[in-house]
């Protein structure tokens, strides 16, 4: 995966900030993604972190979905 210097993942939200989903990174994740309410658009917000750092609790529409930080990664945000 190529990042360049202003896209941001999921993975690298703090705890309480929210941001826009913007789109995926691979394809066969996206999919499991959007079936869970995950859907570019979509406010989403870090609410917990896991004792040992994975897997991160986000809200998205209202609802809690927990992400593997490994999952986080290709989920590309705008703030």
Do not use: W, Y
């Amino acid at each position: 995966m190529v990042m360049d210097g202003l896209t941001k993942t999921l993975a690298q939200l703090l705890k309480g900030e929210t941001a826009t989903i913007s789109s995926f990174s691979d394809d066969t994740l996206a999919l499991k993604l959007i079936e869970m309410g995950c859907i570019p658009g979509e406010k989403i917000t870090l609410q917990h972190i896991a004792p040992l750092g994975c897997p991160f609790a986000f809200e998205v529409n209202g609802t809690l979905v927990s992400i593997r930080k490994s999952e986080a990664q290709f989920v590309l945000i705008s703030k």
